[in-house]
């Protein structure tokens, strides 16, 4: 079992910028992937952002693409995502996710999920 906890969401101006952190703790691989997701009110749960743990690529979303920034701290096995020029079309609850292989960004595709953490862009 892996189990996932994020942290560093919340209230920002349009502009703004914020930062989550996702801790996983439990079972490792020796190949996985972790991404980050969000789903806003009335909508699917869409793909941000995910890295390659071993190798360190990435992958964004074409929506974030130049905003966002997804690394990690393989000493403290957490993943963060730097969120810069924040919009109001940002405003979701973001999770964090894991899964064996290689980056898909695809949600059922990933086999862990944590709580989820809101982040609210005001005008």
């Known amino acids: 079992q892996v189990q996932l906890v994020e942290s560093g969401g919340g209230l920002v101006q349009a502009g703004g910028s914020l930062r989550l952190s996702c801790a996983a703790s439990g079972r490792t691989f020796s190949s996985y992937a972790m991404g980050w997701f969000r789903q806003a009110p009335g909508k699917e749960r869409e793909f941000v952002a995910a890295?390659?743990?071993?190798?360190?690529?990435?992958k964004y979303a074409d929506s974030v693409k130049g905003r966002f920034t997804i690394s990690r701290d393989t000493a403290k096995r957490t993943v963060h995502l730097q969120m810069n020029t924040l919009k109001t079309e940002d405003t979701a609850i973001y999770y964090c996710a894991t899964r064996i292989g290689e980056i898909t960004t695809t949600p059922n595709h990933y086999d862990y999920w944590g709580q989820g953490t809101q982040v609210t862009v005001s005008s």
């Open positions: 890295l390659n743990w071993n190798l360190g690529s990435t």
